[in-house]
């Protein structure tokens, strides 16, 4: 048994998984504390009326098989849920068998299911392949003028790059050409990010984007017709879990809900509502975490060892004794980008919306909003993550993303008002009435992206200092200030928890997830 005390601060994928991993291998002394009343963290589902809603949308799959056999640990997959219980998905270049849990079936409810993905652009009002495909029914939408006017643009980018890549914009003009980007890049991430692409850093393309051109979706076009599975070429991309992916019957947030039970059971304790304000160090390392409670009540943890997953410029600002002036000025300086979900229920979608059935619904998981003129970037349709998230199945479960920065006139508006807007924006894109309009709620959450702008180009000066203290290990997405996924987040605090049971202070590990050449959510043509 490994008596060393352990402080975990958030209660999201992260800061769980850490949990999980130390208490398994033995740690006997953990805390987790959690600001808020609910685990998962992002990856939470909120109950709306029976309805749930997933925050941001929470694909389950991942190119590491520690990651797969860890959620499917958690959370066996239905026996019904795959053919003759068996599923083989293929994924960059690898394969992998899924076989279902035998005493696991759908009517189970912690269970994991096999979900089809597709997610499409909504522009001009009409659909298209997300990503954007390179292929005649594509040109046949935009028209072969406009196509041809991409075409001239991108051969332009690529005989006069911009040098040095330097901000966003010279990230996707040097892959896509100027017209592309401004058609499909520019208005979609300045609607998400609030700040221009020239003011956003060039790291974040390398980040989310990565490996996918035009080069390469024109290759993908040209070799999809000789795909076959098991035929060699290309064959390892025909079944892929960009098209087939796992979800928790109820939402991600079940799957986080197993997790805490199981940490509960494994000795570990876990503190709702504990909201760290100051974490305090003495010759060189952190001692104590300090939380407080709604009532105003202060609890102090002895730390032997920390695993941060709250924002960095949180972390840095509650140090005692305080950080370098320099290190604060960076850490005030980091900026995120916040969310708002306006929920809405429907009994039927539109006619234009070309959907099947008496509800008109649309196959996608997600929809890229590209219309000019409204606020919405992003809608989810919870019907196609998982029919148990709708309480009634003859109604159309939607979620309306926006995106916005804390304290603008956006976050501010009253709920009423933003359900207002979404019945709008909804009706103005032609995909609901109003008069179909059956409830709606409002979800905000902060801190939902870690910005690369602001001073985020100095980040590497807070890494170093942070870096420094031997027994403190940042993890997760705003631990780490890193557009990560679940999965990411996950690594990092497996990492995180394996230096901390080898007694190690080398924090690389750590920061080498997610580092990768391929991204593999922005295949081409997935």
Same mark, same amino acid.
């Given at each position: 048994m490994v008596t060393r005390r352990v402080v975990i601060i958030g209660a999201g994928p992260a800061g769980l998984t850490a949990a999980h991993e130390l208490a398994s291998a033995g740690t006997s002394d953990i805390v987790v504390l959690e600001a808020t009343r609910t685990v998962g963290g992002l990856a939470q589902s909120i109950d709306c009326n029976g309805n749930r809603i997933d925050i941001g949308g929470h694909r389950f799959f991942s190119k590491s098989d520690w990651v797969m056999d860890w959620w499917l640990r958690m959370l066996p997959l239905a026996a019904d849920a795959a053919d003759a219980g068996e599923l083989q998905l293929a994924y960059q270049g690898m394969r992998r068998r899924l076989v279902a849990a035998p005493a696991a079936t759908k009517s189970d409810p912690r269970a994991m299911l096999v979900r089809r993905r597709l997610s499409r652009i909504y522009f001009d009002g009409k659909f298209f392949d997300y990503p954007l495909k390179?292929?005649?029914?594509?040109?046949?939408?935009?028209?072969?003028?406009?196509?041809?006017?991409?075409?001239?643009?991108?051969?332009?980018?690529?005989?006069?790059?911009?040098?040095?890549?330097?901000?966003?914009?010279?990230?996707?003009?040097?892959?896509?050409?100027?017209?592309l980007y401004r058609q499909f890049f520019r208005d979609y991430t300045e609607k998400v990010w609030g700040t221009s692409c020239d003011r956003i850093s060039a790291q974040w393309g390398a980040q989310r984007v990565k490996s996918l051109s035009i080069a390469k979706a024109l290759r993908h076009a040209i070799l999809k017709p000789f795909r076959r599975v098991g035929s060699g070429l290309g064959a390892a991309e025909q079944t892929s879990l960009i098209e087939r992916f796992l979800y928790p019957k109820y939402g991600p947030g079940l799957m986080w809900e197993v997790t805490a039970e199981r940490l509960r059971e494994l000795g570990a304790r876990l503190e709702l509502e504990a909201k760290v304000h100051r974490i305090e160090h003495h010759e060189g390392r952190v001692r104590a975490v300090l939380a407080r409670r709604p009532d105003g009540r202060e609890q102090r943890f002895e730390a032997d060892a920390v695993i941060s997953s709250m924002p960095v410029r949180d972390l840095v600002l509650g140090l005692a004794p305080e950080a370098p002036a320099r290190v604060r000025e960076i850490a005030a300086g980091l900026e995120y980008r916040d969310f708002v979900i306006v929920g809405?229920?429907?009994?039927?979608?539109?006619?234009?919306?070309?959907? *099947?059935?008496?509800?008109?619904?649309?196959?996608?998981?997600?929809?890229?909003?590209?219309?000019?003129?409204?606020?919405?970037?992003?809608?989810?349709i919870f019907n196609n993550w998982s029919p148990y998230l709708v309480s009634d199945p003859n109604t159309v479960w939607i979620g309306m993303e926006y995106f916005c920065s804390e304290g603008d006139e956006l976050w501010k508006e009253s709920d009423d008002e933003l359900m207002r807007l979404g019945r709008h924006e909804m009706h103005k894109l032609r995909l609901a009435d109003?008069?179909?309009?059956?409830?709606?709620?409002?979800? *905000?959450?902060?801190?939902?992206?870690?910005?690369?702008?602001?001073?985020?180009?100095?980040?590497?000066?807070?890494?170093?200092?942070?870096?420094?203290?031997?027994?403190?290990?940042?993890?997760?997405?705003?631990?780490?200030?890193?557009?990560?996924?679940?999965?990411?987040?996950?690594?990092?605090?497996?990492?995180?928890?394996?230096?901390?049971?080898?007694?190690?202070?080398?924090?690389?590990?750590?920061?080498?997830?997610?580092?990768?050449?391929?991204?593999?959510e922005e295949k081409p043509g997935g």
């Open positions: 390179a292929d005649l029914d594509t040109a046949l939408k935009l028209g072969l003028w406009r196509c041809a006017g991409f075409a001239a643009s991108y051969a332009w980018a690529k005989v006069f790059p911009r040098r040095p890549e330097a901000s966003l914009e010279d990230f996707f003009i040097n892959r896509f050409g100027r017209r809405a229920l429907y009994r039927r979608l539109m006619p234009n919306a070309a959907g *099947r059935g008496p509800l008109n619904l649309v196959p996608d998981n997600w929809i890229y909003v590209q219309e000019p003129g409204v606020k919405v970037g992003r809608l989810q109003p008069a179909d309009h059956l409830y709606g709620v409002v979800v *905000r959450m902060p801190k939902a992206y870690p910005g690369y702008f602001g001073t985020y180009e100095f980040f590497g000066e807070i890494r170093r200092y942070l870096d420094a203290f031997p027994n403190l290990y940042l993890a997760g997405r705003n631990g780490m200030h890193r557009y990560n996924n679940q999965d990411h987040s996950m690594l990092s605090a497996k990492r995180a928890a394996e230096a901390i049971l080898a007694g190690s202070s080398d924090k690389t590990p750590i920061w080498n997830v997610n580092i990768d050449d391929e991204y593999h």
